[in-house]
């Protein structure tokens, strides 16, 4: 099991392009998540998917898209980056029931820099 | 308003000492606590879960305790090693009008066992 993959590991764009972040997870999770984390912020929220087919905003979704693509895969996409979105982006995966129901798994993060 | 504080931004410890880091929260009606470890360029682990209504877990050299009267979980790592050196995050889940909300991060402590 490689757990939650993340792609790409490191990313520097200028102000007004556009990228896609791509997590994918082989654990048959229900959720996905997607966390920023900033020195001294902590990790927020941005957008959560709680099963195949939904997706909601979290704490701070401006700026964002995301895709719930498959069971497998959810993705993060900036339209028109701004260098307030300079940050560590993190995905992380969760069942529903079972023994590990209410832990999540994290990916390695992507460190997107925005100049 | 409600919030998560990790009262220490940084703990240095000697090597076999018992660790403690605190977490408080504030307005908040939590379902459950965990516990992560996060190391640096890495995303966050999980390490341990507690409910509402324990008031101890315990997972070999790991103890965290909950109490809602003081709104407050305490981390023990006793017998510390340096191998234990981490940033260490408290993350609360909240109940929402009977139903479970997202986790909510801490903002870290950043533990370091000095030989």
């Known amino acids: 099991n490689a757990g939650v993959t993340q792609t790409p590991k490191f990313q520097v764009l200028k102000t007004g392009q556009s990228m896609t972040l791509q997590c994918a997870q082989d654990m048959n999770h229900n959720s996905m998540y997607w966390y920023r984390q900033d020195p001294g912020m902590g990790l927020r929220l941005i957008y959560y998917?709680?099963?195949?087919?939904?997706?909601d905003k979290g704490e701070v979704p401006n700026g964002y898209n995301v895709s719930r693509l498959n069971k497998r895969e959810f993705s993060l996409r900036l339209e028109s980056a701004a260098p307030s979105q300079t940050s560590v982006y993190f995905c992380?995966?969760?069942?529903?029931?079972?023994?590990?129901?209410?832990?999540?798994?994290f990916g390695p993060g992507t460190r997107l820099t925005v100049l | 308003s409600q919030k998560i504080e990790q009262n220490s931004e940084a703990l240095n410890i000697q090597e076999g000492k018992t660790a403690t880091l605190t977490c408080n929260y504030t307005n908040y009606s939590p379902a459950y606590l965990q516990w992560y470890r996060q190391d640096p360029g890495r995303g966050p682990v999980f390490l341990l879960l507690?409910?509402?209504?324990?008031k101890e877990k315990r997972k070999e050299r790991l103890k965290v305790t909950f109490d809602t009267t003081l709104k407050q979980s305490l981390f023990h790592i006793t017998a510390s090693q340096p191998a234990d050196s981490a940033t260490y995050l408290c993350?609360?889940?909240?109940?929402?009008?009977?139903?479970?909300?997202?986790?909510?991060f801490g903002k870290g402590t950043k533990l370091s066992v000095k030989p």
């Open positions: 507690i409910r509402e209504n324990e």
């Open positions: 993350a609360l889940v909240p109940y929402y009008g009977g139903s479970q909300g997202n986790l909510i």
């Open positions: 992380a995966s969760k069942a529903i029931g079972g023994f590990s129901a209410n832990e999540q798994f």
């Open positions: 998917s709680a099963s195949e087919g939904t997706t």
